[in-house]
């Protein structure tokens, strides 16, 4: 059974940050490209990073480039979000999901991503 589980969500004060995990069961990250996904109370889920299944490609969403980062450990199966400098705009529910053999095109969408996770929640306030 494919199963993606969300971990390291928390509270941390602006300017902080936090790395999140997505540990895959059931399928190999190497063969699935992987969308890291939010959503704040009362707005639509939006996209925020991916992954390529061949790892050679990472796009981010503009309100996160230059403080978000995407990566994959094989050897762990997990796919993590390094998150820096934080800002409250980045509270919400983050959500990992997959795609077999999936690319990570500029703008990401929710459409091809099959498998999801519970989502873990961020909330970034002092």
């Known amino acids: 059974q494919l199963q993606l589980v969300e971990s390291g969500g928390g509270l941390v004060q602006p300017g902080g940050s936090l790395r999140l995990s997505c540990a895959a069961s059931?399928?190999?990250?190497?063969?699935?490209?992987i969308g890291w996904f939010r959503q704040a109370p009362g707005k639509e889920r939006e996209a925020v990073a991916c992954?390529?299944?061949?790892?050679?490609?990472?796009n981010y969403a503009d309100s996160v480039k230059g403080r978000f980062t995407i990566s994959r450990d094989s050897a762990k199966n997990t796919v993590y979000l390094q998150m820096n400098s934080l800002k409250p705009d980045d509270t919400g529910v983050y959500y990992c999901?997959?795609?077999?053999?999936?690319?990570?095109?500029?703008?990401?969408?929710?459409?091809?991503?099959?498998?999801w996770g519970q989502g873990t929640q961020v909330t970034v306030s002092s």
């Open positions: 992954i390529s299944s061949s790892g050679a490609s990472r």
């Open positions: 059931g399928f190999s990250v190497d063969t699935y490209g």
């Open positions: 999901a997959a795609e077999y053999l999936g690319g990570c095109p500029r703008r990401i969408t929710r459409a091809p991503y099959t498998y």
